[in-house]
């Protein structure tokens, strides 16, 4: 199994709340049913608000990297992504487990 970890940090200026900013959260919400090769599927609001914080979290499991291949090259995880581009980066963190 691979534990695939996302941390998104909005940019200055953008605010969760903005309609934009929802609506990419949403498809990622969405995403859990959509992309089969998740075995595992979490994303949530940060909590915190600690200057090191990031914003929002994706925790998910793919069964091997050719799962994390498919998933990553999915036609809905490509249109959640390109959301998120417009307002945010993120880090990324894929390990065994």
Known sequence: MIRHLVLFKLNDGVDRDEPRVQAAAQAFFELGDLVPELEFWECAWNITDRPIAYDFAIN????????????????????????????????????PF
């Open 60 to 95: 998910s499991a793919v069964s091997d990297a050719d799962a994390l291949k498919r998933y990553i090259e999915h036609p809905a995880h490509q249109a959640a992504a390109g959301q998120w581009r417009e307002f945010a980066t993120w880090v990324i963190a894929d390990y």
